[in-house]
């Protein structure tokens, strides 16, 4: 499986931006897939996940209720759709697919996508 994401971009504080996430290969549906982000220095840390059908999202206090993640598995395809974006959300996010755990440790996803950097302007 091979992802890559896309859409990061400059925003200014309270500014939103959508972010992309594209899978090749047919078996985008069997895993749950989610969002990470890692700014300069810092570790990287969960943003969003998501379940397989959909039915179920998952984040962290620091983003909920401002960001949102989706995804259309015919399109193999997910989102990340970020409002209210504040100058601590600036960082290289990364999507990514098969969890094997239950913490959302970065250490327990499997494929990486390469990262698209979002800088929020104060």
């Known amino acids: 499986v091979q992802l890559q994401a896309s859409g990061g971009g400059l925003v200014q504080a309270g500014g939103s931006l959508r972010l992309s996430c594209a899978a090749s290969?047919?078996?985008?549906?069997?895993?749950?897939m989610g969002w990470f982000r890692q700014a300069p220095g810092k570790e990287r840390e969960f943003v969003a996940a998501i379940s397989r059908s959909g039915g179920r999202t998952y984040y962290p206090e620091s983003v909920k209720g401002r960001f949102t993640i989706s995804r259309d598995n015919a399109k193999n395809t997910a989102w990340l759709q970020m409002n209210s974006l504040k100058p601590e959300d600036t960082a290289v996010y990364y999507c990514a697919l098969d969890s094997k755990g239950s913490t959302w440790s970065p250490t327990e996803w499997v494929y990486w996508g390469r990262g698209t950097l979002v800088t929020v302007s104060s």
């Open positions: 290969g047919r078996t985008f549906s069997r895993y749950v």
